[in-house]
């Protein structure tokens, strides 16, 4: 008899980092490549150069790198 308990069940995620933003957005390819980028200075976080790669991430901060800028939302957080 299965039971709720039989699968693991994955923990809700409340978090988000800047490196792993730069690759789910495909801004980098690798997440060696996002960790690059961001500890040489070319990430800006709210208009502010950003070099911690683990940096977490808040609704409403403004992420650019190169070409690319955006806001992050509830949804990036699913």
Do not use: C, S
């Not at 150069?49 to 190169?66: N, P, S, Y």
């Amino acid at each position: 008899m299965d039971t709720p308990h039989d699968e693991p069940m994955a923990p809700p995620r409340d978090k988000l980092t800047l490196d792993q933003y730069l690759k789910r957005e495909g801004w980098t390819g690798t997440g060696g490549q996002a960790k690059y980028v961001i500890q040489e200075g070319m990430v800006r976080l709210n208009g502010v150069v950003e070099t911690r790669r683990r940096k977490q991430l808040a609704v409403g901060d403004l992420i650019e790198f190169e070409t690319y800028r955006a806001t992050v939302k509830d949804a990036d957080f699913t």
